[in-house]
């Protein structure tokens, strides 16, 4: 019998993950489908794979990255860690608990590199339209070989869309900054904060973006860092030179006017107002239409798009969980294609999903979040044989982190935690993070004892 297809879009973190689910029920003698994994990329990695440019890449596509230099784990690493390779079998020693992109990237590639899951993935290859056909059950995608300028079909049985959902900008207007006479951009085209030194900045946007963006203006030398929010202020203690404001009305030259009645000028705008699930690639019958939130309608298990559960969707939730959650969706996907995992009908999936988004109306505070993507977690990995961790204790963690980040927004990656999966109590980093500068990975491995005993990098 001819062996299931399966064609995986995008070779980030999710894409990987279901890279490595086939790989792993490969490594315990069963047979996998065929699995090929388009990237329209040169490398792995998606976000983590730091991209310099902006705009368009080199063949003319969308640049994906919106990841920027001097960014580091915006959360414990302990609440993200594989828990099929562990941070001490790929480092061979305690790290701290706040790496940076460098590092994280090696991270991701040690796991993969171990398997021969390159050889599955067609870089330079971006995914230009599927279409799904009723008689034949099968996906055709239309592809393009960017390399070689040619366009090109194939037929899957399943597709998994794992392409990604902090890349598309969405970008409010505002009166007047068409003559804003300073640089404006969306967060998607931050690469880092050295234009900002001695300016200042203003932020449109009250979560991690704008917070992350802020604060690492704010430590590579911004004059002032203004964070103007629509909701709710982020409200953490923040140090002089870093100020919030409510939501930005109109412009008059460089001058910006609040909600608030105040005003004040600014050198430079960065959008961080979120992205838009963007799937230009998908007709509208198969598309998945969401907003950021910790449970996007229409897919059962966060996972099976409903009404066509062939078409799996991997990462589309907004995140606390990050590269385990979508461990856990890939190998349950995995299951589901390997016939080792039996969906419910389409009316119980559609129970089943109205109970989640329910649940999910009632959150309040970030605690119920957590909690809330805890029982996620929990539920999913009920589902298959990817190794379980302590989930409950990942929350308490992640609680300890929101609580930290509240008391001093510029020491809380200096904190350490206990990893679920060996134990290991992280290292505290050689330089306090309001002192390191540079986020190499090089820098951050490197240690030396000094004569006096006290560490040096
Ligand atoms: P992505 O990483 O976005 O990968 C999607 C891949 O699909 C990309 O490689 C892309 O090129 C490819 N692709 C897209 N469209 C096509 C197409 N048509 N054809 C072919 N390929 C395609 N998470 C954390 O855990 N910790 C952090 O500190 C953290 N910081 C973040 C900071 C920023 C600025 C952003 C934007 C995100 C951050 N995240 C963080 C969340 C991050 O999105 C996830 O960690 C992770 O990268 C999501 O993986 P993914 O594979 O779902 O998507
Ligand atoms: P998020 O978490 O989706 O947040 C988007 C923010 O943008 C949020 O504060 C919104 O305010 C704000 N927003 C959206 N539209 C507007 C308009 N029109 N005006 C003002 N403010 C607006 O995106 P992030 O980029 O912060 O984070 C995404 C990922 O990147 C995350 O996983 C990180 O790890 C990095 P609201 O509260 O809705 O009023």
Known sequence: MKKKRVGIIGAGPSGLAQLRAFEAAKNEGLEVPEVVCFEKQSNWGGMWNYSWRTGVGKYGEPTHGSMYKYLWSNGPKE??????????EHFKK???????????????????????VRDYISFDTTVRWVNYNEETKKFEVVLDNLKIDKTYSEEFDYLV????????????????????????????????????????????????????????????????????????????????GITEVPLLKYFEGDTAYFKDGTSRRFDAVVMCTGYQHKFPFLPDELRLKTKNNLYPDHLYKGVFFNDLPNLIYLGMQDQ??????????????????????????????????????????????????????????????????????????????????????????????????????????????????????????????????????VSEA
Not at 94 to 116: M, T
Not at 388 to 412: G, H, P, R, S
């Open 94 to 116: 305690p790290i701290s608990s706040y790496p940076p992109r460098p590092v994280l990237f090696d991270y991701i590639q040690g796991r993969i590199k171990k398997n021969n």
């Open 320 to 453: 606390y969980y990050t590269f385990n959650m979508f461990d856990a969706q890939a190998w349950v996907a995995r299951d589901f294609i390997m016939n080792q995992y039996q969906l419910p009908k389409k009316a119980e999936r559609r129970i089943d999903i109205d109970k989640w988004l329910d649940a999910n109306e009632k959150l309040e505070t970030s605690f119920d979040h957590v909690d809330f993507q805890t029982a996620y977690i929990k539920d999913l990995l009920a589902l298959s044989d990817y190794p379980d961790f302590n989930v409950d204790q990942v929350a308490v963690m992640f609680k300890e982190w929101l609580k930290d980040k509240d008391e001093n927004i510029l020491t809380y990656r200096d904190k350490t935690f206990q990893s679920v999966v060996t134990g290991t109590k992280a290292e505290t980093h050689h330089t306090e993070w309001m002192d390191e500068l540079d986020d190499s990975k090089e820098r951050y491995l490197y240690q030396e004892e000094c004569e006096d005993g």
């Open 161 to 240: 869309v794992a392409s990604g959902h902090f890349s598309t900008p969405n970008m409010p207007y505002f009166k007047g900054i068409e003559q804003f006479p300073g640089q404006v951009m969306h967060a998607h085209d931050f690469r880092g904060a050295d234009p900002y030194k001695d300016q200042d900045l203003l932020i449109i946007g009250s979560s991690y973006s704008a917070e992350d963006i802020g604060v690492q203006c704010y430590k590579h030398g911004a004059k002032s860092v203004t964070l103007s929010y629509r909701s709710n202020p982020i409200g953490v203690n923040w140090p002089d």
């Open 79 to 88: 609440c993200l860690e594989f828990s099929d390779y562990s941070f001490d």
